[in-house]
């Protein structure tokens, strides 16, 4: 079945620092990919989707690109903020028409000043 | 306009309660989803409606487990008999249509403590 499987945290950087946050799925077909996050407090958001082989989603910073061959959809911020404290989940939707979201455990990341 | 909006926050049930969970969506949102979220874990699928057609409840993990969305609007999980191992946060989501790639809205979350 569709799985997606982020790396472990809790991650802790710097301010300023570059994150990544690895996550690799297992899916039929051609899913959707997301990164939700959660800020303390509040509710699931997204933060950026990419929906189809090679897509680079975007948004406040982050990135990640859609990669078919190596089934993954990494997270990436070049200079993180203490404001980017949060939980991040990776998640993909089946190419069938349901929006079914399948999450990643979530990875914490905690950014010092 | 407002969010996804979930009640109670929180709850604390005693074992063998049954207990209500309410969800009201985003106006005008067709598909409504519930997922359960178990501590530091992701949120895990329950079950999804399109207006009042519930059309997944696969992720329901026993008959304990129900959910209803009469009117297309407001949608409400209820759990019968509560057991410690149903203690989550019960997650509401609510998006435009069912088609895969259409962001999802979720609620804050019911957080269910049986004890």
């Known amino acids: ?26 899916a039929t077909g ?4 997301f990164w939700y996050v959660q800020y303390p407090g509040e509710g699931l958001q997204l933060l950026l989707k990419a929906t189809k082989a090679d897509d680079k989603g975007s948004n406040k910073g982050f990135e990640a690109t859609y990669r078919k061959e190596t089934t993954s959809f990494h997270l990436e911020k070049g200079s993180v903020q203490v404001s980017d404290s949060a939980v991040y989940f990776c998640a993909l939707t089946s190419s069938g028409n349901t929006g079914k979201l399948i999450f990643g455990q979530g990875t914490t990341l905690q950014v010092k000043p | 306009g407002a969010g996804v909006s979930q009640s109670p926050r929180y ?28 501590l530091g874990q992701g949120p895990e699928f329950l079950t999804y409606f399109q207006n009042e057609a519930q059309l997944d409840k696969s992720g329901l993990p026993s008959d304990r487990f129900f959910a209803e969305r009469p009117e297309g609007s407001v949608s409400t999980l209820k759990i019968q008999r509560t057991q410690q191992e149903d203690s989550a946060v019960y ?17 804050q979350g019911t957080r269910l403590t049986v004890v």
């Open chain 2, 91 to 107: 997650l509401c989501a609510s998006s435009l249509d069912l088609s895969s790639n259409t962001e999802a809205f979720f609620g």
């Open chain 2, 11 to 38: 709850k604390v049930a005693k074992r063998g309660q049954d207990v209500a969970l309410r969800c009201d969506p985003i106006s005008g949102h067709v598909s409504l989803f519930w997922y359960q979220q178990a």
């Open chain 1, 30 to 33: 051609y899913p959707s990919l």
């Open chain 1, 1 to 26: 079945g569709n799985s997606v499987t982020q790396m472990e945290g809790p991650v802790t950087l710097s301010e300023e620092a570059f994150l990544t946050i690895n996550c690799t799925y297992t």
